[in-house]
T-cell receptor, first 113, second 114 residues
Framework: SQQGEEDPQALSIQEGENATMNCSYK?????LQWYRQNSGRGLVHLIL?????REKHSGRLRVTLDTSKKSSSLLITASRAADTASYFC?????????????FGGGTRLMVKP | DAGVIQSPRHEVTEMGQEVTLRCKPI?????LFWYRQTMMRGLELLIY????????DSGMPEDRFSAKMPNASFSTLKIQPSEPRDSAVYFC????????????FGPGTRLTVT
């Protein structure tokens, strides 16, 4: 079963608008990561937030983490057509050797020019 | 660094044939992961290795699937015999085995079994 579940499954917005994607998970984690996947490509790491952090920024990305609610959100501000992609959250429970991550089902974001 | 390298990029084969997918992780990374991605099931972890040792293969769907990592710079995922339901994109990823390190994904192998 998937640890992380993204919401919504699909999101369509106009260029310049903000996009918010949410992720919920079930067990305790050491950190949560967000990845992006362009069509036909491998996943690319965007940002990592540790369990003792509540908010993190990277350029136009803002990630929040609420461990009491076991949820995270990814905000992309001033979206661009090039942001069109699928976005995945992944959790690291740290209970296995090897840095295994558990990925959610992803949110498909479409930014219309 | 060239990143994670996978070959072939595309593979079309007939049902019953053996398929071998290859992966070269990023130099220095000691964890390697094989994933399968389909529209129906999303991204699934098949197996992962740490220091060339398989740690968790609970995601391997059937005995038809096997994976090896003979050394730190090479891994294979083999399907024998292949079936149409094995059609998917197979990704290899590598990482350091320390908390807080991200995984680096290869470009994937698109497998079509007819």
């Amino acid at each position: 079963s998937q640890q992380g579940e993204e919401d919504p499954q699909a999101l369509s917005i106009q260029e310049g608008e903000n996009a918010t994607m949410n992720c919920s998970y079930k067990t305790s984690i050491n950190n949560l990561q967000w990845y992006r996947q362009n069509s036909g490509r491998g996943l690319v790491h965007l940002i990592l937030i540790r369990s003792n952090e509540r908010e993190k920024h990277s350029g136009r990305l803002r990630v929040t983490l609420d461990t009491s609610k076991k949820s995270s959100s990814l905000l992309i501000t001033a979206s661009r057509a090039a942001d069109t992609a699928s976005y995945f959250c992944a959790t690291d429970a740290g209970d296995n050797a090897g840095n295994m991550l558990t990925f959610g089902g992803g949110t498909r974001l479409m930014v219309k020019p | 660094d060239a990143g994670v390298i996978q070959s072939p990029r595309h593979e079309v084969t007939e049902m019953g044939q053996e398929v071998t997918l290859r992966c070269k992780p990023i130099s220095g990374h000691n964890s390697l992961f094989w994933y399968r991605q389909t529209m129906m099931r999303g991204l699934e972890l098949l197996i992962y290795f740490n220091n060339n040792v398989p740690i968790d293969d609970s995601g391997m769907p059937e005995d038809r699937f096997s994976a090896k990592m003979p050394n730190a710079s090479f891994s294979t995922l083999k399907i024998q015999p292949s079936e149409p339901r094995d059609s998917a994109v197979y990704f290899c990823a590598s990482s350091f085995d320390r908390l807080g390190y991200e995984q680096y994904f290869g470009p994937g192998t698109r497998l079509t079994v007819t």
